[in-house]
Structures are given as structure tokens and as C-alpha cells.
């Protein structure tokens, strides 16, 4: 319904039908089919082993048949949204990034739903391109909340879903996130304080500070995104949208057999 060769703007003939423009198109600067083969494989390695490095990961491209320059790459990495995990030194030195907020879920009772969603953004490989995919889950049922595709990584992806989020199921108590640039901006912040939503975010370098929205990227990359390589933005948000409702709906070992939906509706107001 969209037309490319219309006098109106795509962004105008969206908001007409109420398409998310980002849906459209995979991002303007377009990678080779090879860069786009060794970006899959860098997110599956990262999934599984998410403290290599660029050296690491050269190693692992190399056993898979590919050369591959470190500038390359990090790169790729850096277009996906990708930093390796490990210790850092003086890890305590936050105050130049104005916006960073203490962790604050560690050793909590999470024992109700929308006491603490978690957000986060990751890399969506597809036949001919990629999305960045951005998800709100709930840790108390594992619901997730609310999701949404975009072509980049810019903030306002995560705000839309979190506004979205908040007007369908209403504010939790807390939101977590990692420290990225998304989370650490003026607009980010001002919104949940505003809203008096408690902000957290996980310590830098620190892998199991948001590690239920870490099961749930494996989850959806190994039980459809990899099985099923989407064509193009519309058919990956179909799909998406089956397997989060589906993943809803199914019973999750980590909440004792039981189905997030129950779980998440049981007690939510």
C-alpha cells in the first residue's frame, strides 16, 4: 500500500496507514551478501559466548572460513550493536556519563508483575538484511510487554515501545537496561522520572545483571529468527508477532511450567 514513486512522502503515506516506517526497508547503507554472512555468524557466536572479542571472534570467523580484517570486524559488531563482556578496569568511575543509574534489581524479591520490566535491543539477521529488534519483558511472569522493529539504533525505537507498553499494561515500578546510549540520554531518562518509574541499569560488563531478557533473544534467534530468515521487514514483524504471542501463551521452565500470560494476568491489575 506504501508506493516508493507516490508525490507523498513514505513517512507521510505511513502515518496515514499507521505503518511503522521502519518496518519498510533494512538500513539505507546496505551490507555485501558476505558481510551479511559473517554478521550471523558473529551474533550466533555472541549468543553463546558473549565475552570474545574482536581477536576472539577473528579466530572463530577464520574456523568458519573467512578472513577477516579486526577494522572489519569491529565494524560489524559496532553496526550491530555488539561489545564484548568481560571485567573493565575502574569499572566504578560513572560520573562523567551523566545519565547512568545505579542496578538496583540485585538480590530484590521480584514477586508481582510490573514490579520490574527489563528492555533491550538486538541485532535481527534476515535473508537480505537485518532490523534491530527492541523487547520489554516482565521478570516476574516473563511476559514480554511490549516489542517493536526498527531499521536503527536510535533511541526513539525504545521509547515508543516502552510508551506502549506503559499505556496498554501501565508503569512498573522499575525498568532495567543496559547502559547503552539508548538509556543513558536526556529524553530516556526525563521520561521515566517524569513518570516516577525507578530507573536501573545493569553494571558495565557485568553478563548476568539482565540475564532473563538474554534467555529470551536465545529463545526467539534459535526457535524462529535462524530457522526462518525473514525476506524483508514485513514478513520478520508477522513472524515476531506469532512467536511473541505463542511465547506468551507456552509454559517456560524458569516460572515453574507455568505460562507467562497466566502468571503476568493473574495479579496485574
Known amino acids: 500500500m506504501v508506493e516508493s514513486k507516490s508525490k507523498m512522502s513514505i513517512r507521510r503515506q505511513c502515518d496515514l496507514l499507521g505503518v511503522n516506517r521502519n518496518r519498510l526497508n533494512t538500513p539505507k547503507r546496505k551490507e555485501s551478501v558476505e558481510n551479511l554472512s559473517i554478521m550471523r555468524i558473529l551474533d550466533e557466536r555472541y549468543l553463546n559466548k558473549p565475552s570474545h572479542g574482536i581477536l576472539r571472534m577473528q579466530d572463530h570467523l577464520k574456523d568458519e572460513g573467512y578472513l577477516v580484517n579486526e577494522k572489519r570486524i569491529r565494524r560489524l559488531m559496532r553496526k550491530m550493536g555488539l561489545m564484548a563482556i568481560y571485567p573493565k578496569p575502574n569499572l566504578s568511575r560513572r560520573g562523567h556519563i551523566k545519565y547512568v543509574h545505579p542496578y538496583l534489581i540485585r538480590g530484590m524479591e521480584v514477586n508481582r508483575p510490573n514490579q520490574v520490566w527489563a528492555i533491550d535491543i538486538t541485532y535481527i539477521p534476515m535473508a537480505k538484511g537485518f532490523q534491530y529488534l527492541t523487547a520489554i519483558i516482565d521478570l516476574y511472569s516473563r511476559y514480554v510487554v511490549g516489542w517493536d522493529l526498527s531499521n536503527s539504533l536510535d533511541a526513539e525505537s525504545s521509547h515508543r515501545v516502552l510508551r506502549q507498553a506503559i499505556a496498554k499494561y501501565g508503569k512498573p515500578e522499575i525498568v532495567n537496561s543496559d547502559q547503552g546510549s539508548q538509556f543513558t540520554c536526556k529524553e530516556w531518562v526525563g521520561y521515566l522520572e517524569r513518570s516516577e518509574i525507578r530507573i536501573s541499569m545493569d553494571g558495565k560488563g ?64
Open 206 to 269: 557485568r553478563a548476568l545483571d539482565n540475564v532473563f531478557i538474554e534467555r529470551l533473544w536465545r529463545s526467539v534467534k534459535y526457535d524462529y529468527v535462524y530457522l526462518h530468515p525473514a525476506e524483508d521487514g514485513q514478513e520478520l514483524y508477522k513472524g515476531l508477532k506469532q512467536y511473541f504471542e505463542e511465547y506468551n501463551m507456552n509454559s517456560h521452565q524458569g516460572i515453574a511450567r507455568r505460562k507467562p500470560t497466566e502468571l503476568f494476568y493473574s495479579i496485574a491489575a
